[in-house]
């Protein structure tokens, strides 16, 4: 099993900065891959950015250039540093964790860009 708990979302003004972490407990060690997921209100949910065990990261073309997804191996947790943020960056926020047999999914953080 695997535990996934987000924090960091919240309220900020278009152009702003925030970051989101993922604090991991349980099977770690099996984990593949982890990475972060949103959904806006009526919308499907949409894969933000990924990053390997072996460490390669993949973002979409949405986020590109304003994100940045990382590891803290020492506090276990996996963060995501966005900037520059727009009003359709406005979502609820999921981290997730993939390994043999399943993917897990934390309860997710609201990120809010309005001013």
């Known amino acids: 099993q695997v535990q996934l708990v987000e924090s960091g979302g919240g309220l900020v003004q278009p152009g702003g900065s925030l970051r989101l972490s993922c604090a991991v407990s349980?099977?770690?060690?099996?984990?593949?891959?982890m990475g972060w997921y949103r959904q806006a209100p009526g919308k499907q949910r949409e894969l933000v950015t990924t990053?390997?065990?072996?460490?390669?990261?993949n973002y979409a073309d949405s986020v590109k250039g304003r994100s940045t997804i990382s590891r803290d191996s020492a506090k276990n947790t996996v963060n995501l540093q966005m900037s520059s943020l727009k009003p359709e960056d406005t979502a609820v926020y999921y981290c997730?964790?993939?390994?043999?047999?399943?993917?897990?999914w934390g309860q997710g953080t609201q990120v809010t860009v309005s001013s």
């Open positions: 990053i390997s065990r072996g460490g390669m990261t």
């Open positions: 997730y964790a993939r390994r043999f047999g399943g993917t897990y």
């Open positions: 349980g099977s770690i060690a099996s984990i593949a891959a």
